[in-house]
Structures are given as C-alpha cells and as structure tokens.
C-alpha cells in the first residue's frame, strides 16, 4: 500500500485547511486510514481516523479536535480527507496518514501545517 499525503501549508489563527490522503495498491476492503500529528518535542499522536467495515463507515477524533476537524471518506478513490477549521497554534504539527487493515499498516509522508498566531 502507498499513500500519498497533501495539503499542508500555513495558515493564520482561525483559518482552515483540507488535508488529503491517497491510498493505492493492495486495498483491503475494511480498512482504517487516519491522520496522526506530532509537533515538536511531543509524542506522535491520533488526530482524527475512519473505518470502512462490512456495516458501514465510522470515525474517531481525538478531543482536542472535536468540533472543529472533520474526516471524511471517498471509498471509489480510497482517499480520506480531514477539514480542518477553527485552526490554533497548537495545531501547528508534521501530520501522517496511516492505513491499517487486519494484516498491514502503513505510514504515508508527512505535510506541515504551520498556524500563525
């Protein structure tokens, strides 16, 4: 599987952004891809994933993200997209998306966002 991650920039306080992750290859039809974030000096860590299972698709959020992130899926393209809005400061990380199945996982590149106070 290779994944293929963009839209990173920078932003000021309180702008959006939309962050894509691309998934080719060996696809299993249930899957999990999500994007983790790790800033500087701090521990890599979930931002925001979602699950295609046998019933339906699902997502998670950390806290620190509800309300303001969405994650959102495009299972022809098996690409996942995170809006995100309301952005912080402390939003300013090196964010991966990452594929999981039953069998794999697989880290796609990291894409910068930077948010300006």
């Known amino acids: 599987v290779q994944l293929q991650a963009s839209g990173g920039g920078l932003v000021q306080t309180g702008g959006s952004l939309r962050l894509s992750c691309a998934a080719s290859?060996?696809?299993?039809?249930?899957?999990?891809i999500g994007w983790y974030r790790q800033a500087p000096g701090k521990q890599r860590e979930l931002v925001a994933d979602?699950?295609?299972?046998?019933?339906?698709?699902?997502?998670d959020y950390a806290d620190s993200v509800k309300g303001r992130f969405t994650i959102s899926r495009d299972n022809a393209k098996n690409t996942v997209y995170l809006q995100m809005n309301s952005l912080k400061p402390e939003d300013t990380a090196v964010y991966y998306c990452?594929?999981?199945?039953?069998?794999?996982?697989?880290w796609g590149q990291g894409t910068l966002v930077t948010v300006s106070s």
């Open positions: 990452k594929y999981r199945d039953y069998f794999v996982d697989y």
């Open positions: 979602s699950t295609r299972g046998t019933r339906g698709d699902s997502t």
């Open positions: 290859g060996r696809i299993s039809i249930v899957n999990t």
